[in-house]
Nanobody, 124 residues
Framework: QELLAESGGGLVQPGSSLRLNCASSGITLEYYAVGWFRQAPGKEREGVSC????????YYADSVKGRFTIFRDSAQNTVYLQMNSLKPEDTAVYYC?????????????????WGKGTLVTVSS
């Protein structure tokens, strides 16, 4: 059974914004650390951002700091990734994943539950 489901990806021009959604019907995301990860063609998967369980501390990879914001809506049981000032190098499949704690970004180790991903393409 798929515990996490991403949505919100698409094709956008450089400088545009997108909001990705990570929803769960099987676990309460507020009680988990939830991270966003991405894998570009020909590259390894990397951690982009993470929000810790309960307290909601947020962490960002240097490559997205100041442009991306992660936040959680507990009533909707959803974690969002607001992406602004998108660049072509942000093009990737974006995954959300949940675990007891956030990894050290841009690493992606220790995550227990993964979604299937949503494609983000930034191109003019």
């Amino acid at each position: 059974q798929e515990l996490l489901a991403e949505s919100g990806g698409g094709l956008v021009q450089p400088g545009s914004s997108l909001r990705l959604n990570c929803a769960s019907s099987g676990i309460t995301l507020e009680y988990y650390a939830v991270g966003w990860f991405r894998q570009a063609p020909g590259k390894e998967r990397e951690g982009v951002s993470c929000i810790s369980a309960t307290v909601g501390d947020t962490y960002y990879a240097d490559s997205v700091k100041g442009r991306f914001t992660i936040f959680r809506d507990s009533a909707q049981n959803t974690v969002y990734l607001q992406m602004n000032s998108l660049k072509p190098e942000d093009t990737a499949v974006y995954y959300c994943a949940a675990a007891w704690g956030c990894p050290t970004l841009p690493g992606d180790t220790g995550m227990d539950h993964w979604g299937k991903g949503t494609l983000v393409t930034v191109s003019s």
